[in-house]
């Protein structure tokens, strides 16, 4: 009969896991699997308790998420009276005083809480690019939190690095341990570790598309169907249960649809290339730093250092403290001239380098993305007195997802996530693809490196010194 003619692929219906209802293949005799993104499950199969699994994965990251993001904002209204709105002009708010004395506290309560962590857990594994990319997908629950708060702590009194490491962390954590409670097999773990990080980051910034491509473009690394189904489900369920607490808006409010221009195009083109070269000497830089952080009891002199010398830059320029959100978001709206633009541009990805250098542990997507929109933004005006005519904040939209699509090597994930964040920019759409394209080109062809990738450790287990 013409249902058991075997196309000529060798890819059966009948072997397919899991198998079709219909059994009966399409006249034609042609397999549904020679779609080259319908494959069969593979080692992760996803069995009636893998999906069960996964939407606990993704009701916890979500709780998890609104927890870390409650921390980060209990610690950053005692340290700067910081409520809503600008977290920077809270800081600026507050005498330089207070601004000096609270980041030097986090460098004391940083460098002593996480010396202790990597101390007395150091056989417990916390990083989940490793778990997932050489790994079996195990973490540790415990280390995991006490990470990830102490990292929210120091955030919110004014440590330069993000706050979607400590959630995505958590979420991975808690795919690791709902793996064990459902008995899945090593495979099924890893995805499932996998769709809780990416899920982590699309809860705390309402990004549920761009979470989900995070999880198959840079965490698992694969779009195929039974990768982008789960994560699209766990990052779309841990959103929706985070908006309990943090809200339904998007992250980057009040910013208009920009026009697109001839000039921005052109511009585009070159800008891709600055950002490219840039974004390849800033994960240089990162490697570096992590490689040679401070270790063991290095940590407890290296930290209130590193935090101390943030806080004198912050006295001049208060948005360097935290994690560049404020930054970005002023950027986006067009506000700022030149010479801030081009300071904040020089100064933070030293600052977030100098943080985490120092045995710090936290996020690297909003520093690396405020980085670009900053840095896009002095492009764009020097660019407008050759060409007028387009709207500051446009060139920041494109530098950001250029630098975080070229220094996470995930240009999908660069473009959507900025479209995400910020609800608008569909009219530039072509131009932002255009210089993200060019810069993740870039970096691939010069180095290749990541700003995941870069930060691994040398050994192939993780070692004790881990975040």
Known sequence: MR????????????????????????????????????????????????????????????????????????????????????????????????????????????????????????????????????????????????????????????????????????????????????????????????????????????????????????????????VVLPALATSMIATAVAWVYLPTTATYTDIINYRFTNSIMVWSVLAGVVIGLLAVFYVRLIGWVSHHRARGKQILWAMPIAFLLVGVAGLWYPQLFGNGKDMAHEAFLGVGGAGLLFALFALKPFVTALTLGSGGSGGLFTPFLSTGAVLGGFLGIVWSHLWPGTAVGAFALIGASAMIGAAMQAPLVGLVLVLELTHVGFAITVPMMVATVIATVIVRQIDGYSIYSARLDQHPAVSAEGP
């Open 3 to 226: 249902e058991n003619v075997v196309p000529s692929s060798g890819d059966s219906e009948r072997q397919r896991i899991p198998q079709p209802l219909i059994k009966r293949r399409m006249a034609s005799g042609r397999g549904a699997m020679e779609q080259p993104n319908v494959t069969h499950d593979g080692e992760a199969r996803l069995t009636p308790r893998f999906w069960l699994a996964l939407v606990v994965t993704g009701i916890v990251t979500g709780l998890f998420g609104d927890f870390l993001m409650w921390v980060l904002a209990i610690f950053e209204g005692l340290a700067f009276h910081y409520r809503s709105g600008s977290f920077q002009n809270a800081v600026a708010a507050v005498s330089r005083e207070r601004r000096i004395t609270m980041i030097a506290i986090a460098g004391v309560v940083g460098a002593i809480s996480w010396y202790l962590i990597r101390r007395y857990l150091r056989h417990e594994t916390s990083e989940i690019d490793h778990a997932v990319w050489n790994g079996d997908g195990e973490l540790s629950p415990r280390r995991c939190l006490l990470t990830s708060v102490v990292s929210e702590v120091v955030i919110g009194m004014g440590a330069s690095i993000g706050r979607e490491a400590a959630p995505k962390l958590m979420g991975g954590a808690s795919g690791s341990v709902l793996a064990h409670w459902f008995a899945l097999t090593p495979a099924q773990k890893r995805l499932l570790v996998a769709c809780g990080g990416g899920a982590g980051l699309a809860a705390v910034y309402n990004v549920p598309l761009g979470g989900a491509l995070f999880t198959a473009e840079i965490l698992y690394g694969s779009l195929t169907l039974p």
